[in-house]
């Protein structure tokens, strides 16, 4: 059995390039984000065998005319400036942008997009299953906190909305501070608050997984892909899912200072645009999904990157965050 | 010599209309010179033509009788009348009185075994008219009263002849066929059945496979295939290396209706593809339609294949046990109750698993914190009882059951005698056809036969996953999450059907029948649930169920108006009730052959087919996730047009040569549109899919030596086959994935010696079409990763490299059975399956970077992928 197998599955590579021609395009690539400058990266695109962009191969287009439109309005033209197109104009929630590239060397590109508005999150409802504390040698305090998160809110089901679930961190500074505070130029501690964990766990939260096909359930990955539509859930309130499997808050801070106790984890709930949201489906169905696996074997139909711009290449996309801090302080103080 | 009259007086007397009396006395003269006289002397015009009265001669004697009552002394006894008009005396020849007409009937089956022969040829010496027995072995001719001689032949097999027979009333003929003194190789019997088919049947692109000719044809593992054994017909495409499947004439493999006794099967694939559901050993034989289509077969665009199983002996029981490299099979058969009743049963399975099993058992016996499981298997189990009441009734029982079964899973705990992790996976798939039917066959009149049948045909696939994981304190479980995944995916027929075979006079043949079936769709439903100590969370993916009612009636007459002409007109029609929405089609056929010497027949045909259900399939691999769809509200029946025509030349009983060509329009047809995986499985699957059509044309030349110790066929194939969809390829037409341009196979058979046989089969043909991107464009950034972007481009822009292999096998008889040696792909030739994109690792360079950093490059680079070298299989069947 071994042996057919082997002799099944040993494949022959061989290098070849392929009598098919292709022929550079504009690529448009622009994320949108409220309170942030407009910004475009305007490249071409390039043959797969003819380099790679990071090391020798400069796709960059510089002489391009790139304009801007916002609601309808000519606003006018970026400037190219360390690698990217820019403009002073800074979006704001609900505006419609249409952005128009020129080359004379590799044609015209268009795309346009809408900047999303925030969908609040109503309320985050934490429940800490566990938590262990412990102090080190260097006396700081170590919770490792084990909690699942509902984080609530409301989809306005006015419209078609798209999402994509995020967290951060925010982490007080730390100071330094002395230890006899009659004595400021001598020893001083380094007081923080540190609230920190290597990934939350999507996995609990189905609708994270709305666009996972069965087979791919099994043998896919859905890791790192956080994004859905409000198609099964429109007009409703609703509580995603999230498990904090070790969450880990350190703390040293004999001064008692309020202000490092600020640490939170931030639960994000981004707005985004219609082509930002199809880009991540295509993006996660080409390296995780049954499609690209048997498409980019050639024993399917082909899966590609997706774009919403005109030539094909580039996604021009807004997203517009609603955060919902939960403070990490408070959780062990009452669980612990 | 007989003396001729001298004296002839003719007088002439008062001349009436209607009354004239003449003076006429002739022996034995030529009927035309009394006439002359007659002519000469009356002032009547006698007309008749020429042939009328060629030889005849007449002895007449009457002196001044009317005219009338001469003619009358002179016609008694022959078939010549005469009708005064006017001047005018008319002679014609008598039309003969219809002899009286009895009917024969009767089975023809195989000696021994009782098996019907299908396609036998039973003829009248006396009026040259011949029929052909139907799939029970049926035939029904009605001929005329007298003298005749009977025969009946079938290829391979001893033809039987009734001696002089005087038939005055109807005659039942039930003939046993047994094989000739010096037997053929049994690849013989199929092709010169082959050589019938192409220079009898009205039909264009008919091929009859027998079980033994499917044997012979040298497969991947050895393990023959009707599929495979099919591949090598000109204008059928085999798809990718290795692989089961069936793409005819462009079609796609949902358009193909394979039956097992006339019961579709859904599902004809074992892991995925690499072998088809159908077990050699319970197979009697095949009839593969590719181009004309009878009136019976209809619910594809492509082609029809109806596998016949074996009935089982009626006499003696036979048997056999095969084991190959990757499976073994077990075939029995014979009476229950001698010449009444019969038993066939044939079971197939792997055995991987018998060695996987232990083999892992020994590996995690050596590793008691992680355990690894795995199995694979897949099994045919095919039983048929047949039970014949009388001559004129019999009934049978068949039931079919294949499964393929994949397991695996993992565990790992390393907190067995300490805190820590552990976690368990379990990943279950079934799939696979069941199908149960019973048939009663009764004679109902010498002229008609009837087969009524009730079936029951189901696919399904079924899949469980589990993850259970957890924490481990001090021997507790402080936490723990269990995710499960139940997904179910079937199609489920009930199936009610009549089918009549009825030969009202000679020279036609009508077939006609109705169906009812009631289809249950549940393309794909799954329930995930996650749970934790405080925590349930499910959700059902897809809720969707259908329930189809099709109703299908037709007609079809195969008409003999003369020896060379044969005519096969038909009508199916059929209704497809859906959630209220109901649709008809008729679908006409009609196929004609003209024989234009004993060597050379020319056909035409055209044929409308329509489909109401299509197959979801991402992929040209047999996938257990493959769902197959009715037709819903907004969608149209799929439908195809087809011409076709050939012309075949047989210049002995050895040759058949043929040249047929073809044309077919799609309509309605599914595919998947572009970026179709941007909208979510939640949504439907209409919602991905575009409907539009397709057409294909080509030629099919092939040349087969079908008689002799040297057999065989070489054929080439010219195809052209596309697609056009709205929402593909921006709505441009595009090269169907299986437009192999060029198809050229070489099959032979040697039958060396008694004990030796040897196979060859050669397939060389264009390369399968793949969609190749070929640009990249750069990553905006939004996903959780770096990647390369892969940009769009034209669907099926690349044609693979040119495919060849060659495939041998080696048969050695033995006392008590077979061996078989075969090597498939025997010059090792790794033909191209597909195309990546990856990074040359024996091309790696330096190279600075703009900000001065040096850094290791390898050069992206296209890659072909071949796979499948040579394998060489070996097995052995005992039989007894």
């Not at chain 1, 956080?226 to 801070?253: E, H, N, Q, V």
């Not at chain 2, 010599?1 to 001298?6: E, H, R, Y």
């Not at chain 2, 032979?748 to 010696?753: A, H, Q, Y």
């Amino acid at each position: 059995m071994i042996l057919t197998v082997v002799l099944v599955v040993t494949g022959c590579y061989t290098n070849f390039e392929p009598d098919i021609e292709s022929r550079p395009v504009l690529c448009m690539n622009s994320l949108l984000v409220p309170g942030e400058p407009l910004t475009v990266s305007l490249t071409r695109t390039w043959r797969w065998s003819e380099g790679e962009p990071d090391y020798n191969l400069d796709i960059i287009v510089r002489d391009a005319e790139i304009t801007y439109t916002v609601n309808g309005s000519q606003c006018g033209t970026l400037t190219f400036d360390n690698k990217k197109y820019r403009a002073d104009y800074i979006p704001e929630p609900g505006d419609h942008v249409v952005l128009s590239a020129h080359s004379d060397k590799y044609g015209d590109a268009t795309a346009e997009v809408t900047v999303p508005v925030a969908v609040a999150i109503d309320r985050v409802e934490t429940d800490v299953l566990d938590i262990t504390e412990s102090i080190s040698v260097d006396s700081d305090t170590l919770w490792e906190i084990k909690a699942n998160f509902k984080v609530w809110f409301t989809d306005p089901g006015d419209q078609e909305n798209f999402y994509l679930f995020g967290y951060d961190f925010y982490n007080p500074k730390g100071m330094t501070v002395p230890i006899n505070p009659d004595d400021p130029w001598g020893n001083r501690y380094y007081c923080f608050g540190l609230a920190y964990c290597s990934a939350l766990d999507y996995e609990q939260e189905p609708i994270f997984g709305e666009h996972i096909g069965v087979i791919e359930t099994l043998f896919g990955d859905s890791y790192g892909y956080s994004m859905f539509s409000d198609r099964t859930i429109s007009g409703k309130s609703y509580p995603l899912r999230i498990s904090a499997p070790r969450l880990s808050y350190k703390l040293f801070d004999p001064t008692d200072n309020p202000e490092l106790r600020t640490s939170s984890i931030n639960m994000i709930l981004y707005s985004i645009s219609k082509g930002y949201y199809r880009h991540l489906l295509g993006l996660w169905e080409r390296n995780e999904g049954m499609a690209g696996s048997i498409g980019g074997s050639g024993l399917g139909d082909a899966v590609w990157d997706v774009s919403n711009v005109s030539t094909g290449a580039g996604v021009v996309a807004a997203r517009t965050a609603a955060v919902y801090p939960v403070q990490v302080y408070p959780l062990v103080i009452s669980n612990r | 010599m007989k003396k001729l009259a001298v004296s002839i007086c003719v007088a002439l007397a008062a001349f009436s209309a209607g009354a004239q009396n003449v003076t006429v006395d002739a022996v034995n003269r030529p009927a035309a010179k009394v006439f002359a006289e007659l002519m000469e002397h009356s002032g009547k015009n006698f007309v008749y033509s020429g042939s009328l009265l060629r030889g005849m001669r007449v002895t007449v004697k009457a002196v001044d009788r009317p005219i009338a009552e001469v003619l009358d002394m002179m016609f008694r006894g022959t078939d010549i009348r005469y009708k005064v008009r006017g001047n005018n005396v008319i002679l014609s020849r008598r039309e003969k009185p219809e002899p009286r007409r009895v009917t024969v009937n009767g089975f023809v089956r195989e000696a021994g075994s009782g098996e019907a022969l299908i396609g036998a040829i039973v003829t009248d010496s006396a009026s040259r008219a011949a029929t052909v027995a139907n799939n029970g072995g049926f035939f029904s001719m009605t001929l005329p009263e007298g003298t005749t001689v009977l025969t009946v032949s079938y290829p391979g097999l001893e033809s039987f002849s009734t001696g002089r027979i005087k038939l005055h009333s109807p005659l039942t003929l039930n003939v046993e066929m047994g094989e000739p003194s010096h037997t053929l190789a049994e690849v013989v019997v199929t092709a010169a059945k082959n050589r019938s088919l192409a220079m009898e049947s009205s039909n264009v692109g008919v091929v009859n496979l027998s079980r033994d000719a499917i044997a012979s044809t040298p497969t991947i593992f050895g393990e023959s295939d009707i599929i495979k054994s099919l591949q090598h017909e000109p204008g059928v495409s085999a798809g990718v290396e290795g692989l089961a499947g069936m793409y005819v004439h462009g079609g796609d493999s949902d358009e193909n209706l394979y039956m097992l006794d006339n019961i579709p099967l859904y599902q004809v694939n074992h892991l995925g593809g690499l072998f088809s559901a159908f077990n050699t050993e319970a197979i009697r034989n095949v009839d593969f339609y590719k181009s004309a289509f009878p009136a019976k077969y209809d619910g594809r665009l492509s082609s029809f294949m109806d596998v016949h199983t074996r009935d089982g002996s009626l006499e003696s029981h036979h048997g056999s046990f095969r084991l190959g490299l990757t499976s073994g099979s077990f075939n029995l058969d014979g009476p229950i109750w001698k010449g009444h009743t019969s038993y066939s049963i044939a079971l197939r399975r792997t055995w991987y698993d018998l060695i996987s099993i232990p083999i892992l058992a020994m590996v995690n016996h050596d590793n008691p914190d992680e355990k690894t499981r795995g199995r694979y298997s897949f099994m045919d189990l095919n039983l048929k009882v047949n039970h014949h009441f009388s001559p004129r009734s019999s009934a049978h029982v068949m039931f079919y059951y294949g499964d393929d079964y994949l397991k695996s899973g993992s565990s790992s705990d390393v907190s067995v005698n300490h805190d820590g992790w552990f976690d368990d996976s379990t990943t279950r798939l079934h799939w696979g056809n069941l199908v149960f039917s019973a048939g009663w066959k009764y004679v109902f009149s010498p002229s008609i036969f009837g087969e009524i049948t009730g079936a029951y045909t189901r696919y399904g696939s079924s899949m469980y996953y589990k993850y259970y994981s957890g924490e481990r304190r001090d021997g507790e479980i402080v936490s723990w999450s269990d995710e499960r995944i139940d997904s179910d995916n079937n199609i489920h027929d009930w199936i009610l059907r009549a089918d009549f075979d009825w030969r009202p006079v000679p020279g036609h043949t009508v077939n006609f029948g109705a169906g009812y079936t009631r289809h249950s769709f549940l393309p794909g439903r799954s329930t995930r649930s996650v749970k934790t100590d405080d925590m349930l969370v499910t959700a059902t993916d897809s809720v969707w169920s259908y329930r189809a009612d099709e109703a299908n009636v037709y007609i079809g007459d195969d008409w003999r108006p003369c020896d060379r002409w044969r005519v096969n007109i038909g009508l199916h029609g059929s209704l497809f009730s859906i959630n209220g929405s109901t649709h008809a089609a008729l679908s006409p056929r009609c196929a004609a052959r003209y024989t234009i010497n004993d060597r050379w027949a020319a056909k035409a045909s055209y044929s409308r087919t329509s489909q109401y259900v299509y197959q979801l399939a991402q992929s040209v691999i047999s996938l257990p996730t493959d769902q197959w769809m009715p037709i819903l509200p907004g969608q149209k029946p799929q439908t195809a047009d087809k011409i076709a025509a050939g012309v075949y030349y047989a210049p002995d009983e050895r040759w058949t040569i043929s040249l047929e060509g073809y044309y077919k329009w799609m309509r309605n047809i599914v595919e998947y549109r572009d970026e179709y995986y941007t909208i979510t499985p939640g949504m439907g699957w209409a919602a991905r899919m575009t409907e539009g059509r397709g057409s294909s044309r080509g030629l099919d030349f092939k040349i087969e030596k079908s008689v002799g110790k040297f057999t065989g066929h070489i054929s080439y194939s010219l195809m052209w086959a596309d697609r056009q969809f709205p929402d593909k390829n921006h709505g441009r037409r595009f090269p169907a994935r299986f437009d192999n341009r060029h198809k050229i196979n070489i099959a032979l058979n040697w039958k060396i010696s008694k004990k030796w046989e040897m196979g060859a089969a050669w397939t060389g043909m264009s390369g399968n079409r793949i969609t190749l991107p070929t640009q990249c464009w750069e990553d905006p950034g939004l996903g959780p990763w770096d990647y390369d972007m892969v940009y769009a481009t034209d669907i099926n822009n690349y044609r693979l490299p040119f495919y060849h292999r060659l495939d041998l096998s080696f048969t050695r008889h033995t006392k008590h059975g077979f061996w078989n040696f075969s090597i498939y792909n025997a010059y090792c030739h790794l033909n191209t399956i597909s195309v990546y994109r990856d990074y040359d690792s024996n091309d790696y360079q330096w190279v600075t970077l703009p900000d001065g950093t040096a850094m290791l490059y390898s050069r992206p680079v296209f890659q072909k992928v071949g796979v499948i070298p040579l394998i060489p299989s070996i097995s052995y069947t005992w039989l007894f």
